[in-house]
């Protein structure tokens, strides 16, 4: 199994321009989630899914948006970057809440807004 | 501010020490996890506690959740190269029932 894959690994941008992180997982997992990591700040979590169809905001999801079409595929939509978007951004996933079980992480994605 | 703060924010020591890091907070949390993260990699999880008192071991380290459920320490025995990255504590709060992270702990073991 490859886990969570995220896809690109590196992205430069230009302000104003739009961009979609691709994230898939193939474990079967119900909950998945985008968390964006910045220095000394540790993760904070944007957007997460309980399952096809369903998305709910998280802590950060102003400038981001969300689909969930597939159990696999949880893509993040940026439209407008902005420089305080320069961040790496994590996929996860899990079988249930994050609390309570694994969260599986894929590598990041690391983006540049100039 | 964070919810959860993490210290030291660096450590650096040499192979064969001990050590103990800390996530400390003000609001109490249902359940408490810790991840380590290495360069270019997504964190990986050590160890979920959810009883307040809560000791749990792996192998050289130990984790233990507080009394009241606001802290919780990471105390590595015999640390060697093969700990180094980033440590992470990640709290489940009551009001938000989300997962919210510290900045973590940036430890360095030098052979």
């Known amino acids: 199994n490859a886990g969570v894959t995220q896809t690109p690994k590196f992205r430069i941008l230009k302000i104003g321009q739009s961009m979609t992180l691709q994230c898939t997982q193939d474990m079967n997992h119900n909950y998945m989630y985008w968390y964006r990591q910045d220095p000394g700040m540790g993760l904070k979590l944007i957007y997460y899914s309980v399952g096809a169809g369903i998305t709910d905001k998280g802590e950060v999801p102003n400038g981001y948006n969300v689909s969930r079409s597939t159990t696999e595929d949880f893509p993040l939509r940026l439209e407008l970057a902005a420089p305080s978007q320069t961040s790496v951004y994590f996929c996860?996933?899990?079988?249930?809440?994050?609390?309570?079980?694994?969260?599986?992480f894929g590598p990041g994605t690391r983006l540049t807004v100039l | 501010t964070q919810l959860l703060e993490q210290s030291p924010q660096f450590l650096s020591i040499q192979e064969g020490e001990n050590l103990t890091v800390y996530c400390n907070s003000s609001?109490?949390?249902?359940?408490l996890q810790w991840y380590r993260q290495e360069p270019g990699e997504g964190p990986v999880l050590l160890v979920t506690v959810v009883t307040g008192g809560e000791v749990k071991k792996l192998k050289r380290l130990t984790f233990q959740f507080g009394d009241a459920r606001k802290d919780s320490s990471l105390h590595i025995t015999a640390a060697q190269p093969g700990d180094t990255g980033l440590y992470l504590c990640?709290?489940?709060?009551?009001?938000?029932?989300?997962?919210?992270f510290g900045a973590g702990t940036r430890l360095t073991v030098k052979p």
């Open positions: 990640a709290g489940l709060t009551y009001n938000n029932n989300d997962m919210r």
């Open positions: 996860a996933s899990s079988p249930l809440r994050a609390s309570t079980d694994t969260q599986y």
């Open positions: 609001s109490v949390f249902s359940s």
